[in-house]
Structures are given as C-alpha cells and as structure tokens.
C-alpha cells in the first residue's frame, strides 16, 4: 500500500519547487532531508499523525491513537518518492 497522504505532502512540496523554478528532490536528497528526523504531518490544519525516517530509507507511521506502522520508501522514478508498509508490502 502506498500512503495517500505522505506522497500528496511531497507531491505539493515538489509542484511548489517547480512553480519557484527549482527541481524537485530526488531520492538521495529526500533522504538527505528526511533521515533521522520525525516530520508532523497536517491536513485541514489539524495532527494527521507523524512519521520518524530512520536510516536506510525505514519509516515508522505513528497514528494519533498510538498505534505505529513501519514501512520503508524508495525512489520509483525521478522525483517520485513511494512508500510501504510492512502490513501491506504491495503498492
């Protein structure tokens, strides 16, 4: 399964890049921005949940209820960054 609101994230942060005249992110420099931090991810304004990125490209999805969902990312194509959860291993 791929996360619908992780990817959306990126997708608005790689069209705003475009729209500024630069290049979105690749899959190296996603990882250089992502790898041992914890990013918060918001919709409408409200917690939607976080995510940590760990080293090796290996997230961990923590809802607002507690419950935590590890996964991992890769780079499909260009600029298209994919994610994975260990429940559900297909795209």
Known sequence: MIRALAPSVLLAAAASAAAGGQQPLSGAEFDACTSSRTLTYMEAGEIHGFEQ??????????????????GWWYEREPALICFVCENEPEE
Do not use: I
């Open 53 to 70: 990125y760990r080293p090796g490209r290996q997230v961990t999805w923590a809802f607002l209820d507690g419950q935590c969902e590890d």
